[in-house]
């Protein structure tokens, strides 16, 4: 699944040139732990689960074994852009609480209902989100979830996913959550709310009416 259709703005998780304010968790600190949110641990088990479904779903989409190790390689960096997901996913909502924003399993089968039209059917998204964002097919509804956050509170700060109140709220968040990394995986940037050495894009906001190309 190549470029599709949605809506113009995408987010991305901001990387900071300067040095920036980081927690960080040692092995010794909180043992087995990936990254430890609001004092609910990430457990290192728990992350490799979460790739494994991606690696999985990517082995059961290319029969060819060599294309498959063309999406691994591809997707060299999936370990430490996962965990980044699944922290930041806990950062939105935490945010999204903040502003009394709720999603509904109707706003999601809506969403995606759309979406699966855009595309060409069920199939066709699942494949294009594992493709470009590394979401494996179990994980979908979890997030387009995420999508219907981002955009309710970027609607009720007035503003947008792409400016600072957005973010701003996210990095208030990520105080109040107390975020703590694992080393081996990078930092957390409080302030950007992202893992330093994050490079993938996190979360895609997404509509059904949208009709602009952008880049995957």
């Given amino acids: 699944m190549h ?9 991305t998780a901001a990387i900071a ?9 040692g092995s010794d600190a909180h043992p087995g732990a990936a990254a430890v949110v609001g004092g ?3 457990t290192v088990a728990q992350l490799e689960n979460r790739v494994n479904e991606v690696r999985t ?5 290319v029969k060819d074994d060599a294309q498959y190790q063309q999406a691994v390689s591809q997707t ?31 706003e999601i089968q809506q969403m995606r209902t759309g979406l699966e039209q855009q595309v060409g059917g069920a199939k066709a998204l699942e494949t294009a989100w594992l493709q470009q964002y590394g979401v494996a097919p179990g994980r979908l ?9 981002a955009q309710k509170l970027a609607q009720s700060l007035g503003t947008d996913t792409s400016k600072p109140p957005f973010w ?5 968040a990520s105080k109040e959550l107390h975020v703590d990394l694992n080393p081996r995986y990078g930092a957390w940037d409080v302030q950007q709310s992202s893992r330093v050495d994050a490079k993938t894009p ?8 949208g009709t602009q190309q952008q880049p995957a």
């Fill in 3 to 11: 470029r599709r259709r949605r809506s113009a703005l995408v987010l």
């Fill in 17 to 25: 040139a300067a040095a920036p304010l980081l927690t960080a968790c």
């Fill in 40 to 42: 609910q641990r990430i």
């Fill in 57 to 61: 779903a990517q082995r059961a989409a």
């Fill in 76 to 106: 060299s960096s999936l370990t430490r852009d996962t965990l980044h997901s699944m922290v930041l996913d806990r950062v939105l909502h935490r945010a999204a609480q903040d502003a009394d924003i709720t999603v509904t399993p109707k």
């Fill in 141 to 149: 509804d979890d997030n387009l979830r995420l999508q219907l956050e």
């Fill in 168 to 172: 701003n709220a996210l990095s208030k």
């Fill in 202 to 209: 996190w979360v895609r906001e997404v509509t059904t009416t």
